[in-house]
């Protein structure tokens, strides 16, 4: 079975900073990987996928990420560090399954200094 | 406006009482997901369906109930309320099969059971 370790429980970053986030994951086969952002009291919004092709993927907000067989890793990236990027990020990857469900990491949290 | 809606937002009950959390997406997509919420664990699936009238149990379904007797529509009831199940519980819908295509999350109802 498949899994996500996000070894970041928590983050602080000061604004205008760059940002990596860790994902490590489980996966038997070509893996399905996703990574969320959840705001206080919203629900998780996409900001980028990968599948397949480029190994570095570019997503919504200044986000991008990298997926690296070697290393398991699907770490999430931004140059630089807005306030309202203060939020839990989420990695997922998808499963081969009927329904490609989705196993999520536990989130890291991230505080932004101004 | 399209999307999908969760509802109610907030509830509080008692140990014992059935409460049913209501699910409903307007872009006629064929899978939906529950999924549960809790500190340290991420997002863990409780039930999911493929089409009206196929569910399939998920990581932990026990105490949870669904039905999908309308596309739009997937409710979730806990028939019995454990204070076990005070959680924040998501909803979220999928168009298809393909490996590309991502989850759409509602904005989740915080259930508390005293």
């Known amino acids: 079975a498949q899994s996500v370790t996000q070894p970041d429980i928590h983050i602080t970053v000061s604004e205008g900073a760059s940002l990596e986030l860790r994902c490590n994951y489980s996966?038997?086969?070509?893996?399905?990987l996703f990574w969320y952002v959840q705001s206080p009291g919203q629900g998780l919004q996409l900001l980028l996928k990968y599948f397949s092709g480029d190994t570095l993927v570019q997503g919504i907000k200044g986000f991008e990420a990298e997926f690296k067989r070697s290393q398991s890793s699907f770490n999430l990236r931004k140059p630089s560090v807005h306030w309202s990027d203060a939020a839990e990020y989420f990695c997922a990857v998808g499963s081969s399954g009927s329904a490609r469900q989705l196993t999520f990491g536990s989130g890291t949290q991230l505080t932004v200094l101004p | 406006d399209a999307g999908i809606t969760q509802s109610p937002r907030y509830k509080i009950t008692e140990t014992g009482r059935q409460v049913t959390l209501m699910c409903h997406q307007t872009?006629?997509?064929?899978?939906m997901f529950w999924y549960r919420q809790d500190l340290g664990h991420g997002l863990r699936l409780i039930y999911y369906s493929a089409a009206a009238d196929i569910t399939d149990k998920g990581e932990v379904p026990d105490g949870y109930v669904v039905s999908r007797s309308k596309t739009e529509n997937f409710p979730l009831t806990l028939e019995s309320a454990t204070r076990s199940q005070t959680s924040v519980y998501f909803c979220a819908s999928r168009a298809g099969w393909g490996p590309d295509q991502p989850q759409h999350f509602g904005d989740g109802t915080r259930l508390s059971i005293l």
């Open positions: 996966y038997g086969a070509t893996p399905y």
């Open positions: 872009w006629s997509h064929s899978y």
